[in-house]
């Protein structure tokens, strides 16, 4: 069943966004060059569903002149010290926090991002910047020493080469600075394909630092996964491909990649189950919930999506959730209270809402929202699904939207088994006042982040991967570098 009663309007500012678009055309070899095809991608405002602007499909030979350019730029750029390297990724920090206005507004326009998270994305990209900076500096690695009688070891941490980049459209300039910064520190060229939904904050950066890299460092091609991610994933010259994004979209480029025996590094999907025991804070977790399970949308691959909480306490606890989800605002970009946009487009709120429909024809109790709201703009209410029953579709299926699920368990043994029924392995927390609890069973639970009284609190210093199908690498970190970085062993013979 469904409520009758509409708790959701789309709150629109007064006046439109009116972004600065980058220039058209690839960026290739430190320039926006032409493409080799005169075909476009419209890029659609997603909160009122018009046309921004429009950006090159990119082709084969695209990305193959970006490759070049790439690796024609390697050695000069592998040679420079961590401090100059440091340096470079400062001053590109410097640019964004000097346009932070520019990249806020442009995000928001691209994504449908209410302003809160626009402004926080902007803040952790340059942030990312900022401690890679620092962590080009300070490798650690095994000493020197005689590790043989008579001979003594070296270890050298080179950079991989050319990195194939390929970010998402849930959070395009952050996605793409989680892999620039670390790429550049470790001492790589990149070619990046961005979403071609929402390109348009990366081709904006690299607009503004053109002048600041040096040519061929940085690069990105515009266009469809299947031709340009395709490419750069099989391409011979490329050293390691990284991508953000979906499990379908990770086989395929790990599958790819094989042919050329290069290493991938896979940051994927999660349906991170939130465990509530019942000696937990409950409105600390229901307030916990909305925060987590609803940021950007619920399109976020860490999200609050699949509460697990003790029978005890259930009827409870989503009595709170369902209150707490019921006062979310709903906004398009340039309202200042929104907490969620839009879906990213109208392929994706489609998506959300045949899940929704599965929902129902699963007999499951949509306990607030469920429904699409009136446009334009591709709005859905916030929903929470109540008295989910163990393996229902809805416990293991990424929605990928505003959609909350609330299940419960007996026992602590239960809830640990059901929480790692899943395919995936990215995140999850624990809710629990048992200090002994909160020790043993984050270390049960089969995930990359385990959170315990709160869900989504990411720091730079902290590794962010998964394990199962969320894929492996890490992104954020010194771990990060690591990924972008091999190590070869020199030994010298003092016999």
């Not at 730029?73 to 100059?84: G, N, Y």
């Not at 806020?104 to 402004?119: D, F, H, I, M």
């Not at 709120?349 to 109790?365: C, H, I, N, P, Q």
Request: aromatic residues 6%.
């Amino acid at each position: 069943m469904t409520t009758e009663t509409a708790l959701f309007t789309v709150r629109r500012a007064e006046a439109a966004l009116t972004p600065a678009l980058p220039p058209f055309g690839q960026f290739i070899g430190g320039t926006f060059v032409p493409s080799s095809s005169s075909e476009t991608v419209d890029i659609v405002n997603p909160a009122t569903e018009e046309v921004l602007t429009q950006v090159p499909a990119g082709t084969v030979e695209d990305v193959d002149a970006a490759v070049a350019a790439a690796v024609a730029a390697k050695e000069a750029w592998a040679a420079k010290t961590p401090r100059d390297r440091s340096a470079v990724l400062l001053k590109i920090a410097d640019i964004i926090e000097a346009n932070r206005e520019v990249f806020e507004t442009l995000e928001a326009a691209n994504t449908g991002k209410p302003s809160a998270v626009a402004e926080d994305d902007i803040s952790s990209a340059i942030d990312t910047f900022r401690f890679s900076a620092g962590a080009a500096r300070a490798y650690s690695t095994l000493g020197a020493d005689d590790y043989a009688e008579n001979h003594t070891s070296v270890i050298h941490r080179e950079p991989v080469g050319v990195v194939g980049v390929i970010t998402p459209w849930n959070y395009p300039l952050l996605m793409a600075a989680w892999k620039i910064a670390p790429v550049l520190g470790a001492g790589n060229t990149l070619v990046l394909k961005p979403s071609e939904q929402t390109p348009l904050t990366t081709l904006k950066l690299a607009e503004l630092i053109a002048s600041e890299v040096p040519a061929g460092v940085i690069n990105i091609v515009t266009g469809p996964g299947r031709v340009v991610g395709n490419r750069l994933s099989e391409h011979p010259d490329v050293d390691l491909v990284a991508i953000t994004g979906s499990v379908g979209s990770g086989q395929k480029v790990a599958a790819a990649a094989a042919g050329s025996v290069k290493r991938v590094h896979l940051e994927l999907g999660g349906k991170a189950p939130v465990v509530v025991f019942a000696d937990a804070d409950l409105e600390a977790a229901a307030k916990g919930v909305r925060s987590a399970g609803f940021w950007n949308g619920g399109q976020e691959c860490g999200a609050a999506t699949r509460v697990l909480v003790h029978e005890s306490v259930a009827e409870k606890f989503t009595e709170l959730l369902v209150r707490e989800i019921s006062e979310i605002t709903v906004g398009a970009p340039g309202t200042d209270d929104a907490e969620i946009g839009s879906m990213i487009s109208k392929a994706h709120y489609e998506r959300v809402l045949a899940a929704l429909d599965e929902v129902r024809k699963d007999g499951l109790t949509i306990a607030v929202g469920g429904r699409a709201i009136d446009g334009p703009g591709y709005f859905i209410e916030p929903t929470v699904v109540s008295n989910v029953p163990a393996g229902a579709a809805i416990t293991s299926n990424e929605i990928f939207g505003p959609v909350v699920s609330v299940e419960t368990f007996s026992t602590d043994e239960e809830a640990i088994t059901r929480a790692n029924e899943t395919i995936y392995g990215l995140a999850a927390s624990v809710w629990t006042r048992d200090s002994a609890r909160s020790l043993t069973v984050p270390r049960k639970l089969d995930f990359g982040t385990v959170w315990v009284n709160s869900h989504l609190v990411i720091a730079t210093e902290m590794p962010w991967g998964g394990f199962k199908g969320s894929g492996y690498g890490r992104d954020l970190s010194s771990y990060a570098l690591d990924d972008f970085s091999r190590t070869k062993h020199v030994m010298y013979n003092r016999g």
